[in-house]
């Protein structure tokens, strides 16, 4: 089953903040962050084990929430070069770090 | 080799035709996935390999489509009897240890496989 993800786009000038969030109607062991440009493969960005854990890559960083069952991404004062579609992968299956993908947030960044 | 590399690129073919497409993963990932992604879409779980055998296949969506992995290395992607609704770009991933291994499975993804049946 996969995780919901919201919200579906966000629009926003370079130095604003985002947050996309992901939720999952089942028991998380990981949550996977990826980042997909257009017409490219999707690009790892991180993957959180534990719950309420934050981890960051630049200046995005995630939180899992295990109990409310909840993975957020924020994106810091965003970049041009953040733009793109984000997909959050949840287990498979318990524990088996096979993620399966929420439908995308497309993510567009103004000059 | 330097990325996974997935060939053909692109691939056109007729309803009821025979497709193969082909994954070549980082040199030394004992791991490998197929995904297959729509357009709008988030990726789709088809299929894991550890090694040469298939860990999980239960994302193929019938007994049209398989896969193989001969030598714990390449992998094919087949698909029988192809139809409309099997348009879509086909992506494979490795990852160095597979799943179960804590912090490890990091999927690096190919550039993917356009499949479009006429």
């Known amino acids: 089953q996969q995780p919901v993800q919201s919200p579906q786009a966000v629009i926003l000038r370079e130095g604003e903040d985002a947050v996309i969030n992901c939720s999952s109607s089942k028991a998380l062991y990981s949550v996977h962050w990826y980042r997909q440009k257009h017409g490219e493969a999707p690009v790892f960005l991180m993957i959180?084990?534990?719950?309420?854990e934050q981890k960051g890559h630049e200046k995005i960083s995630a939180s899992f929430n295990e109990k409310k069952q909840q993975s957020s991404l924020y994106l810091t004062a965003s970049q041009l070069s953040y733009s793109g579609t984000y997909f959050c992968?949840?287990?498979?299956?318990?524990?088996?770090?096979?993620?399966?993908f929420g439908r995308g947030t497309s993510l567009i960044v103004h000059p | 080799g330097a990325g996974v590399s997935q060939t053909p690129s692109n691939k056109v073919t007729e309803k009821g035709k025979y497709v193969e497409l082909r994954c070549d993963p980082i040199s030394g990932h004992t791991a490998l996935y197929w995904y297959r992604q729509s357009l709008g879409q988030g990726p789709e779980f088809l299929i894991y390999?550890?090694?040469?055998?298939?860990?999980?296949d239960s994302g193929l969506p019938n007994d049209r489509f398989f896969a193989v992995r001969p030598e714990g290395s390449v992998s094919t992607l087949k698909i029988q009897r192809t139809e409309r609704g099997d348009s879509a770009v086909y992506l494979c991933a490795s990852s160095l240890t597979g799943p179960g291994a804590l912090g490890a499975n990091v999927l690096t993804f190919g550039a993917g496989s356009r499949l479009t049946v006429l």
């Open positions: 390999f550890q090694g040469t055998g298939a860990a999980d």
């Open positions: 959180l084990l534990k719950g309420g």
């Open positions: 992968g949840t287990d498979r299956a318990g524990g088996s770090y096979i993620p399966t």
